[in-house]
């Protein structure tokens, strides 16, 4: 009951972690920067300039915004590529992460046997990890982008200083339940790693099995040292000794002749 708990709740939440990616690629305002009005006024906003991952806009103090979309792929500002390719990278292994969670988890009657389960859901759960590193990359990408520019002693005339959005913080966060998802996962199949070896007494001592993938070396217990080739060789009595118990147990019947005798 409480492996099934911990991956419903890992479940839900690196599905949350992923929505929140998915919706900071289609937010607005992932850099923006405030003008003042006349005199470089802070308390009278006029403009506002901000960006996404498609568009560059300009909304003035009526609330008419216009915006540039950015060109084919092939001319786009390359560390906006980069973020591109690594978030959608991302989701693409978030996607397959989540379809093999879902056939893994305990709670659900496809994808095999349970040692297969566990297999998945391990699998869904390295996913998960790989795909939430690349989208933190992307992430990261865009803020060393803006903060160089950001916190630069000196910049260009007509370079403006912007600063980071909520769109950000909120894939930054999905990444987090991400991670904590494929914890909660690896939890729960951590013996496909690391299987328990199963110890065995004989005499006065002890025997630790191997570890091998799936099966022990042998598969009963030890005995005394003067009964160890029954272990080997199997419990299964010989044949020798099947027939002397059959003729004990089956009744002796005399011929016609022999009763007369």
């Known amino acids: 009951m409480k492996k099934r708990l911990i991956q419903v709740l890992g479940f839900l939440m690196s599905s949350l972690g992923w929505l929140f990616v998915l ?24 403009a506002w300039y901000w960006s996404n991952l498609w568009k560059d806009c300009f909304t003035d103090s009526t609330a008419v915004t216009n915006c540039r979309d950015f060109p084919v792929l092939w001319s786009v ?7 591109r390719g690594l978030l959608m990278c991302g989701l693409t292994l978030g996607f397959f992460a989540i379809v093999l969670c879902f056939l893994g988890m305990e709670c659900t009657f496809i994808g095999g046997a349970e040692k297969t389960k566990d ?11 790989a795909g939430s590193v690349s989208d933190v990359s992307g992430y990261c990408l865009y803020i060393n982008r803006v903060a160089r520019t950001t916190f630069a002693a000196t910049v260009g005339p007509g370079v403006l200083r912007y600063d980071l ?3 950000i913080f909120l894939g930054l966060v999905g990444c987090f339940l991400i991670l904590l998802g494929a914890l909660f996962y690896a939890v729960t199949v951590y013996r496909v790693i690391f299987p328990e070896r199963q110890v065995y007494a004989y005499g006065g001592g002890t025997y630790m099995a191997p570890r091998s993938r799936g099966r022990t070396l042998y598969t009963g217990y030890y005995k005394p040292p003067s009964m160890q080739y029954g272990s080997y060789m199997g419990s299964r009595p010989s044949n020798s ?14 011929s016609e002749r022999d009763a007369f005798v």
């Not at 297999?119 to 990890?129: D, S």
């Not at 002397?244 to 002796?252: A, D, H, I, N």
């Open 241 to 254: 000794s099947r027939i002397s118990k059959l003729s004990q147990t089956t009744p002796t019947k005399l």
């Open 23 to 46: 919706c900071s690629m289609a937010m607005d305002y992932w850099r923006i920067v405030q003008l003042g009005g006349q005199g470089g006024s802070f308390i009278i906003k006029v």
């Open 165 to 167: 959005g909520p769109p």
């Open 77 to 83: 500002t390359p560390y906006v590529q980069g973020v």
């Open 119 to 129: 297999k998945l859901l391990l699998a869904g759960a390295v996913f998960h990890i």
